[in-house]
């Protein structure tokens, strides 16, 4: 089993930044893709970015040139370094973790973007 124990949500206004961090415990051998997903109000849930063990990183659209996903495989940790937020990034944020066959979510952490 894999825990994942997301961070660094918050209320921020529109502009402005926040990191979320993904703290992964457990049984963490091989762990594959990491990445972070969301989840607003009414809506699906969305991929927001990705990244592999070998640092391979995938962007949604909406986020790319404003998000950065990185990677720390020593601290078994990801981070979302989001940056020029808006208020429709307001939503639950989510980290996912593959460990073949399984996959693992963290409980989410809100974002909220005022205008």
């Known amino acids: 089993q894999v825990q994942l124990v997301e961070s660094g949500g918050g209320l921020v206004q529109a502009g402005g930044s926040l990191r979320l961090s993904c703290a992964a415990s457990g049984k963490i051998f091989s762990i594959g893709t990491m990445g972070w997903y969301r989840q607003a109000p009414g809506k699906q849930r969305e991929l927001v970015a990705s990244i592999t063990s070998g640092g391979i990183t995938n962007y949604a659209d909406p986020v790319k040139g404003r998000f950065t996903i990185s990677r720390d495989n020593a601290k078994n940790t990801v981070y979302l370094q989001m940056s020029s937020l808006k208020p429709e990034d307001t939503a639950v944020y989510y980290c996912?973790?593959?460990?073949?066959?399984?996959?693992?979510w963290g409980q989410g952490t809100q974002v909220t973007v005022s205008s």
């Open positions: 996912k973790a593959r460990q073949l066959p399984n996959v693992y």
